[in-house]
C-alpha cells in the first residue's frame, strides 16, 4: 500500500508546500530553469521530489487525466509508463548520479559531459539528478561548471545539498536555489504511522528524536532504537553519572569498540547520545519536550547529578565526534577519544 501511494505523484510529498507550489507552477508554464539546486537536512524528500519532477516531464498520461483545479496540471500521475520507469531508475532520459565512496568524482561528471553532447531519446527533456553534490571535489565541480555555462538543449540539471554554501560559489549562483523544510513532529509522527506502519508511540518517538528527517526517523527504527538507546546509556555512563567510583578508562574503551563495530548506525548512535543529553538539559525546565520523556525517572535522577557545565561539555564533545566522523576521521581513534572525554567530564 505504501508503494501505491508513492506512485502517485507529488500528492506522496509531506511537508513541502513550497517546493511543490514552486514546480507545479514550472511545469504549468512551461518555464523550467536549465539547473535547479535542492538544499535542506537529509531524509525530508529532496532526492524524492527530483525524482517526481523527472516523472512529470516524462509523464504520458493525457492532459485532461491530470487536471485538478486547486493545483492546475498534477502530473505526474504515477501510472503510467513513463512514471514507472523513472520510479525503478531505468528512463533513458533521467540521468541520476550519486557519490561513490563518499564522493562525486570527476570521471562520473566527465561520464555525464560525454552522454550529454547526444540528444535525449525520446521526444522531451532529459533530467540529470547529482544527488549529495557536496562531495564533489574541486576538480569535478569544475567540470560540472561548464555543463551550468553552457547547458545543453532539452537538459535539466537538479542538485541536492545540504546548503548551497556547501558548493562552490560560481556552481550555487548558476542554479534555482529550493529550499526545503524539516517536517514538523506531527506530520512526520503521522507520515511514520501512515507509510511505514509503525505503531503509534514508536512513531512519535521516533518523531520527535529525528529532526524532522524521515531517513534518520527510519534509520532509528530499523537499528531498534528503544533497546540500543538503553545500552548506550548503561555502556556510557550516561543513565546514572554519579555512581560510588569512577568509571574505568578500559569501560569507556570497550564502549567505543562497540560502537565502532557497527560503522553502519554510528551517526543514529550519536544522535541517540545527543538526544539524552538534549533531555537532560530541558528537563528541569520544558520536560514536556523531551524526546525520552517515557523515562521520566531516570531523567529526573540522572539530571540531579550533573550541571549545566558537564551537560555542555557533554554536548560539545558529541558535535565535536560527529565533525570528525564526517571529516573521514580514524572512527576508531575519535570514538576512544569522545569515550574518554565523557567519563572525564561525568567524573567531575
Given at each position: ?15 513541502q508546500?513550497l ?10 508554464s512551461?518555464a ?9 537536512i ?21 492532459a ?37 565512496k ?86 512526520l ?38 533497546a ?30 562497540r560502537?565502532?563495530?557497527r ?7 550519536l ?53 570528525c566522523?564526517?571529516a ?11 569515550a ?9
Amino acid at each position: 500500500m505504501a508503494h501505491d501511494r508513492a506512485m502517485q505523484g507529488f500528492d506522496g510529498i509531506a511537508g513541502q508546500r513550497l517546493p511543490l507550489r514552486i514546480l507545479r507552477h514550472f511545469i504549468s508554464s512551461g518555464a523550467i530553469p536549465h539547473a535547479m539546486l535542492f538544499t535542506g537536512i537529509e531524509g525530508i524528500g529532496k532526492r524524492t521530489l527530483a525524482r517526481r519532477f523527472a516523472m512529470a516531464l516524462h509523464c504520458n498520461a493525457p492532459a485532461a487525466a491530470v487536471e485538478d483545479g486547486a493545483h492546475g496540471l498534477t502530473r505526474p500521475c504515477g501510472r503510467c509508463r513513463a512514471c514507472h520507469q523513472v520510479a525503478a531508475g531505468n528512463h533513458p532520459d533521467t540521468i541520476e548520479i550519486g557519490p561513490r565512496k563518499g564522493m562525486l568524482r570527476i570521471d562520473q561528471v566527465r561520464n555525464l559531459l560525454s552522454v550529454l553532447t547526444m540528444k535525449p531519446f525520446g521526444m522531451g527533456r532529459r533530467v540529470v539528478i547529482l544527488t549529495d553534490a557536496q562531495t564533489m571535489n574541486q576538480e569535478a565541480g569544475n567540470a560540472l561548471l561548464k555543463v551550468l555555462e553552457e547547458p545543453p538543449a532539452d537538459t535539466i540539471l537538479i542538485l541536492t545539498a545540504p546548503q548551497g554554501t556547501d558548493l562552490l560559489p560560481t556552481i550555487a549562483s548558476r542554479c534555482r536555489h529550493i529550499r526545503f523544510s524539516p517536517l514538523g513532529f506531527d506530520e512526520l509522527g503521522d507520515l511514520l504511522e501512515r507509510e511505514h506502519g509503525l505503531a503509534p508511540e514508536q512513531a512519535r518517538t521516533l518523531a520527535q528524536a529525528a529532526d524532522g528527517s524521515v531517513t534518520r526517523a527510519l534509520r532509528l527504527s530499523e537499528a531498534g532504537w528503544h533497546a540500543r538507546r538503553d545500552w548506550m546509556l548503561r555502556a556510557s555512563g550516561l543513565d546514572l553519572p554519579r555512581r560510588p567510583n569512577a568509571r574505568s578508562a578500559t569501560l569507556s574503551l570497550a564502549f567505543a569498540a562497540r560502537l565502532a563495530q557497527r560503522k553502519e548506525t554510528i551517526e543514529s548512535d550519536l544522535e541517540l547520545l545527543k538526544g539524552w543529553v538534549r533531555d537532560l538539559s530541558i528537563w528541569p525546565y520544558t520536560p514536556d519536550h523531551a524526546i525520552n520523556g517515557q523515562c521520566d525517572e531516570l531523567l529526573a535522577r540522572t539530571r540531579s547529578g550533573l550541571s549545566e557545565g558537564q551537560l555542555s561539555a557533554l554536548w560539545e564533545a558529541l558535535e565535536h565526534t560527529q565533525k570528525c566522523i564526517a571529516a573521514n576521521g580514524n572512527l576508531r581513534l575519535t570514538l576512544d577519544v569522545m569515550a574518554l572525554q565523557m567519563a572525564e567530564i561525568l567524573a567531575a
